[in-house]
């Protein structure tokens, strides 16, 4: 287990906020990799006192951050404790994991897509690419329920993504894109597959049934890259 300790807070929209912390030790973790925080608390949900959580921030930062919704009345007992944290309250996480990282070949086209809270590995990536200046191909499809829940849309403008906004629920004002995301969806913003990898990531319903749909429009299982977010629905909420 890792002290780590809050340093800052910053309100990305209405609803998510990203937790900045300082290690006790060094961590080393490739960008779009998860940890798993313990926060213990008094009269605990079913929910309990841990949590997995992507990292936000990328390593060629000093701070490690979390970005998470909060959903009021709604949200578990973890998440109200978290959110009522004051800078210098400590936690303990493990070691960062997974392999929900690049390919090491920088050839390969990529298409990142995110469901709502499922844009935080992205932006860890990207912050990345976009700090050591290595250059990919990627196309970037958000979305979202309302075009105020979209996240990091500007970093990966910046970054030189081509990026698409879906949203579910638009405004009287909204020219973008509207729906959500099928597979059929995906292909028609992105073009044709060909040797393309492509990321999912989102809300666990949604990233499960884009797998079987993608799989359903021959998108070959070497081509996917799975990453779900356990306790948020489908519908991105």
């Given at each position: ?42 009269n605990p949900d079913e929910r309990g006192i841990k949590h997995w959580f992507t990292l936000s ?72 690419l976009t700090d050591v200046g290595e250059k990919r191909t990627i196309q970037v499809l958000l ?95």
């Open positions: 287990m890792i002290d780590v300790i809050l340093e800052s807070t910053h309100n990305e929209n209405h609803n998510v906020r990203t937790f900045w912390f300082k290690p006790n030790q060094s961590i080393h973790y490739t960008p779009g990799q998860f940890i798993e925080m313990y926060l213990p608390h008094d921030s990328s390593p060629t930062e000093t701070l490690i951050s979390i970005t998470t919704k909060y959903a009021g009345d709604k949200s578990s007992t973890f998440k109200k404790t978290l959110f009522g944290l004051e800078p210098g309250a400590r936690v303990q996480i493990v070691e960062p994991m997974g392999d929900f990282v690049l390919p090491k070949d920088t050839n390969i086209p990529l298409v990142f897509v995110a469901g709502g809270m499922g844009v935080t590995p992205f932006h860890s990536i990207v912050k990345w979305a979202a329920n309302k075009p105020e829940d979209v996240l990091f849309e500007k970093l990966f403008r910046d970054y030189g993504a081509k990026v698409r906004v879906i949203v579910s629920e638009p405004s009287g004002e909204w020219r973008g894109e509207v729906g959500r995301l099928s597979a059929e969806k995906i292909l028609e913003l992105t073009g044709k597959p060909d040797d393309k990898r492509i990321y999912v990531s989102g809300p666990e319903p949604m990233v499960e049934a884009l797998e079987k749909d993608l799989h359903d429009h021959n998108i070959k299982k070497s081509q996917l890259v799975l990453d779900f977010f356990p306790g948020y629905t489908a519908d991105l909420k």
